[in-house]
């Protein structure tokens, strides 16, 4: 039963329904309510034996891919939800709206649990199910998030060490102190963070694994192949170590004393073209979706802000395709 608000609402929204509200062909794109007892599982409560009532699942799945489109801190989530209509309808006029506190324990218990792989491997079944099945290759590819640094807090330890002194935190310091990122070079910048891995299919570009990871790990460390898997193309820096379970199209290195022929050149040529489609994924969600950069300061909690980035990419990518037909 609509209520007299819903309804209102449902009125007010007819007008940016005209002027073109992308959200309401988004939302169309993907089977939401499969993800409701994936995230249901998450929380205590039941009618026989009672508990808190929790945020419908729906809304909570949707919340996190609006933050990743959107680049939104909780606080500014919240405040998105109440003020825009869109949002409203993209997530069904629900009687409550989540607050900032609701969506931060909704991710907290994501990253304590085997519910975050769950939901991934549905959004990956129904792409399967919509035609988008992966057929004439993948791409892995990795790609530095950067974090904050904590200058102040490396200048002390420094100051503290030069002194022979220990440095003590409190646990609430602590809980703000990222002891999971780390530094790493590429192309001669100094980076600080985490390095998320992805692999992608090579006609469709939709992202199907992904794993985050420390900066300093080396990208050839990873490997996202699974059995089954067409060929994997990858850049030189996987060089040397193939992938265990796909075909090995990895782009060929010079080493000192050893330049590229004109074949190895050939070759990488060949290798650059089929992963061209690699590099959109990660285009789109550092300079679309703005989220190059995480403020979250652990491994868990970037995993699985990462996961939904790769999600709400994988939406976005749906729409182009809907688009073009």
């Known amino acids: ?19 073109g509200d992308r959200l309401l062909a988004v939302e169309k794109m993907v089977d939401w ?3 409701r007892p994936l995230v249901a599982g998450l929380y205590d409560d039941d009618p026989e034996t009672g508990g808190r009532p929790h945020t419908d699942e729906v809304v909570l799945v949707k ?4 933050q990743s489109w959107y680049n939104l801190a909780d606080q500014e989530l919240e405040y998105q939800l109440a003020d825009r209509l869109s949002f409203q309808k993209f997530l069904g006029f629900p009687e409550t709206i989540p607050d900032y506190s609701t969506i931060w324990y909704c991710r907290e218990r994501l990253a304590q649990s085997d519910r975050l792989k769950k939901i991934w491997k549905e959004l ?6 919509n035609g988008f099945g992966v057929k004439k290759g993948v791409i892995q590819d990795a790609s530095i998030i950067t974090a904050d640094v904590g200058k102040k807090r490396q200048y002390q330890e420094k100051k503290a060490a030069k002194e022979g002194k220990a440095t003590e935190y409190s646990p609430k310091q602590e809980a703000h102190m990222d002891h999971d990122g780390s530094y790493t070079v590429k192309n001669g910048q100094v980076g600080f963070g985490y390095k998320i891995h992805q692999k992608c299919d090579a006609k469709n570009g939709f992202i199907r694994s ?6 300093s790990l080396h990208d050839s460390q990873i490997d996202l192949s699974n059995k089954g898997d067409p060929p994997m193309y990858r850049d030189k820096g996987y060089a040397g170590i193939p992938p265990r379970y796909a075909k090995d199209f990895t782009m ?3 080493y000192r004393n050893t330049p590229l022929t004109r074949a190895d050149k ?3 040529k060949h290798i650059a073209k089929k992963r061209a489609c690699g590099e959109r994924p990660i285009a789109v969600i550092k300079n679309v979706f703005k989220r190059g950069h995480t403020l979250l300061k652990n491994i868990a909690r970037v995993t699985v802000q990462q996961i939904f980035n790769a999600f709400a990419f994988n939406v976005y990518n749906l729409y182009t395709y809907a688009k073009d037909r």
């Open 124 to 129: 990956q079944h129904q792409l399967d199910a």
């Open 63 to 66: 919340c996190l891919v609006l």
């Open 266 to 268: 050939l070759w990488n």
């Open 33 to 35: 309510e499969r993800f």
């Open 1 to 19: 039963m609509v209520s007299l608000v819903g309804f209102s609402l449902r009125h007010a929204h007819k007008r940016v329904e005209r002027l």
């Open 252 to 254: 060929r290195k010079a």
């Open 210 to 215: 992904i794993n985050v990871s420390t900066a």
